[in-house]
């Protein structure tokens, strides 16, 4: 039985601080478990806010940053050095993270347009880097914890309604996003899935109706967060205002 949590915290502002202080802890916990931790970081308002959270907290000294992997769950592709990438706006903790250990060729970040011709290109990179790192007969690390967003459509990484399949692995090209830029890498939902732990970050009151939605019966087409889980564990990370529904 996959345990499934919600935790609702007062604001986004005190979830970003939870997750981080989770996401410390569980990392530690792989260290001492495995001798190597792997990490999907997420993009977003909130993911951000939760990674600035754990550059800001003290007791990431406590980590061997040297041993963690960090990967993404999607990015836009687009210039390296546009502010629209994920990968970019997560520098708030790798620079944090740097003085303390942490092996920037550890940190697998999405090709961009600078790098590929097309997003399919990236996408095909993307999966044979996963599979570099994967135990053998495995298509990609077990990911200790993978964070995901979601969007009020229900969407996670950049997995839309009606745009998911789930018997791709890796990563895929994702085109027409009905959230600009259009051009997009994505895990797939069954790369997703196989990770230890999934959590999705959740904050704002606009977001209510998809929380609600994903809580019910799957459907992977019309609310693909509804089908998201981990191998072990499930969790919820919200904020008051998002849970307005439950």
Excluded at 161 to 180: C, F, Y
């Amino acid at each position: 039985m996959i345990a499934k949590q919600i935790v609702i915290h007062e604001d986004a502002a005190a979830t970003a601080h939870g997750i981080a202080a989770r996401l410390i802890t569980s990392i530690a916990d792989a260290l001492a478990a495995r001798g190597v931790a792997h990490v999907v970081v997420t993009g977003g308002s909130l993911g951000i806010a939760a990674l600035q959270a754990v550059a800001d907290n003290p007791a990431k000294v406590s980590v061997d940053w040297s041993a963690v992997h960090f990967w993404w769950g999607d990015e836009r592709f687009v210039a390296a050095d546009s502010p629209d990438r994920n990968a970019l706006q997560a520098e708030v903790l790798f620079t944090a993270l740097d003085p303390l250990g942490l092996e920037r060729e550890n940190v697998h970040v999405m090709g961009s347009t600078d790098q590929f011709a097309t997003a399919e290109d990236a996408a095909v990179a993307y999966t044979q880097v996963l599979a570099a790192e994967a135990p053998e007969g495995a298509a990609n690390p077990a990911f200790d914890v993978l964070m995901l967003g979601m969007g009020p459509d229900s969407h996670v990484a950049s997995l839309f309604p009606n745009h998911t399949r789930s018997d791709e692995l890796g990563a895929i090209a994702v085109h027409d996003s009905p959230k600009p830029p259009p051009h997009r890498a994505s895990l797939t939902m069954c790369t997703i899935n196989s990770a230890r732990e999934v959590w999705l970050l959740v904050a704002g009151a606009e977001k209510a109706p998809a929380l609600a939605a994903a809580q019910h019966e799957v459907n992977e087409a019309a609310v693909p967060a509804s089908a998201v889980h981990g191998t072990h564990a499930t969790r919820w990370l919200v904020d008051r205002a998002a849970a307005t529904l439950l």
